[in-house]
């Protein structure tokens, strides 16, 4: 595709309930990337893959927090047992390559509310 | 512990006028500088970075940034402001072989 991009757009979800959010990056980027936006605050970072390698995940905030990228195109961000603090926009950021110095292509968001 | 700040949470400019948003950082090494725009409901772009080289980068849409070492600073400026530039605004640094750091954001209300 043309950009990066995340379904769904908006997500509500019960105390308790898990959730899956999907990333596609742009076709043949090598590095994938997970940010937590809280509500006026930066992008935190959540996780990063090189291809289908999760190299680093220091930023996952529990082990409730779960991701994946098994084929090294689609990622998916999993919450088990969400809970209200997990209320966010994620963000997906994709790169062509695995330097520090790549620019990255952002997706619109997942916006993640838990009642 | 490495950092990024963004001092201002709003800056007003009125149209036609330069801008400045400030941002400065904390990190160790020589890390990569970056700025990002956020559009409401947008995802973030890029709009330039810095790497090596010239301390003034150019970027997308007219907008520029100087790096300025000995002060750890990488303030963002446009010469003359549009109401199209308002929008929220992010500075960025990633140490090399590391993660990449946000700032909180400033917004830009650019004033017709």
């Known amino acids: 595709g043309a950009g990066v991009s995340q379904s769904p757009r908006y997500k509500v979800a019960k105390r308790g309930q898990d959730v899956a959010l999907r990333c596609d990056p742009i076709s043949g980027h090598v590095s994938l990337f997970w940010y937590q936006q809280a509500l006026g605050q930066g992008p935190e970072f959540l996780t990063y893959f090189q291809n289908e390698a999760q190299l680093d995940k220091s930023g996952l905030p529990s082990d409730r927090f779960f991701a994946e990228r098994p084929e090294g195109s689609v990622s998916t961000l999993k919450i088990q047992r969400t809970q209200q603090e997990d209320s966010a926009v994620y963000l997906c950021?994709?790169?062509?390559?695995?330097?520090?110095?790549?620019?990255?292509?952002f997706g619109s968001g997942t916006q993640l509310s838990v009642l | 512990a490495q950092s990024v700040a963004q001092p201002e949470d709003q800056v007003n400019v009125a149209e036609g006028n330069p801008l400045t948003v400030k941002c400065t950082y904390s990190v160790s090494g020589n890390p990569y500088l970056f700025w990002y725009v956020q559009y409401p409901n947008r995802g973030l772009q890029f709009l330039l970075k810095?790497?090596?080289?010239?301390?003034l980068v150019k970027g997308s849409y007219g907008f520029e940034a100087e790096f300025n070492k000995s002060q750890t600073s990488f303030h963002l400026k446009k010469p003359s402001a549009l109401v199209s530039d308002s929008a929220l605004y992010f500075c960025a640094v990633r140490p090399p072989g590391d993660k990449i750091i946000f700032g909180k954001g400033t917004r830009l209300h650019i004033l017709p």
């Open positions: 810095y790497i090596t080289g010239d301390n």
């Open positions: 950021a994709s790169s062509l390559g695995a330097g520090s110095n790549e620019k990255l292509f």
